[in-house]
């Protein structure tokens, strides 16, 4: 069972046009990180939401943590190229000590 | 500095070999993890250290052994592997046990059994 449902699982967009990606779930979370990973390369952090409602900006990205803390959102504006890539939520769960749950990704490609 | 770095880059290996492979991170963190990542998936969870002690073992198969000399080093010994072990294996740390704390990854060995 997937604990995170990340959804597009595939977005092709022109450059400049804007985009939104979610990770949603039926399990609270104390947390929720976003990372971005390229082919062959380990992911990288780009935010973590702890509180219900947070809202954090990275630049041209926009990450927000839903109320109940089960879902959460990545909008990018005005796209780049350099945005592509395979965003994951990873949740930390309250009971699971060390273990982040991993949703299956949203692949972005932004065309020049 | 938010490094943590992984050697070697890529590995192919017989399934009669013996390899290793190494992580390292200098920000004090006192968590450290091993997972194993194979094409269009996300990562899975092998192994988790806390304060050098092992602490998580996703029954992983004894052909992988882990080993934490010290709180910065990492190592995952590899004998006798199969060729659908052959992924991407990430190693990543956290400022503490906790689970709220980040997760920082390395960028990964590619390892390919032949």
């Known amino acids: 069972t997937q604990l995170l449902e990340q959804s597009p699982q595939f977005l092709s967009i022109q450059e400049g046009e804007n985009l939104t990606v979610y990770c949603n779930s039926s399990?609270?979370?104390?947390?929720l990180q976003w990372y971005r990973q390229e082919p062959g390369e380990g992911p990288v952090l780009l935010v973590t939401v702890v509180t219900g409602g947070e809202v954090k900006k990275l630049k041209r990205l926009t990450f927000q943590f839903g109320d109940a803390r089960k879902d959460s959102s990545l909008h990018i504006t005005a796209a780049q190229p350099g945005d592509t890539g395979l965003y994951l939520c990873?949740?930390?769960?309250?009971?699971?000590?060390?273990?982040?749950?991993f949703g299956k990704g949203n692949q972005v490609v932004v065309i020049p | 500095d938010t490094e943590v770095t992984q050697t070697p880059k890529h590995l192919v290996m017989g399934m009669t070999n013996k390899k290793s492979l190494k992580c390292e991170q200098h920000?004090?963190?006192?968590?450290m993890y091993w997972y194993k990542q194979k094409a269009k998936k996300p990562p899975e969870l092998m192994f988790v250290?806390?304060?050098?002690?092992?602490?998580i073992n996703e029954s992983v198969p004894s052909r992988f052994s882990p080993e934490c000399p010290n709180s910065s080093l990492l190592n995952l010994h590899l004998h006798a592997l199969q060729p659908e072990d052959s992924a991407l294996y990430l190693c990543?740390?956290?400022?503490?046990?906790?689970?709220?704390?980040?997760?920082?990854f390395g960028p990964g060995t590619r390892l390919t059994v032949t």
């Open positions: 399990s609270v979370f104390s947390s």
């Open positions: 250290y806390s304060y050098e002690k092992l602490s």
């Open positions: 990873a949740g930390a769960l309250y009971y699971g000590n060390n273990r982040l749950a």
């Open positions: 990543a740390s956290s400022q503490t046990p906790g689970p709220a704390y980040e997760q920082y």
């Open positions: 920000m004090g963190h006192r968590a």
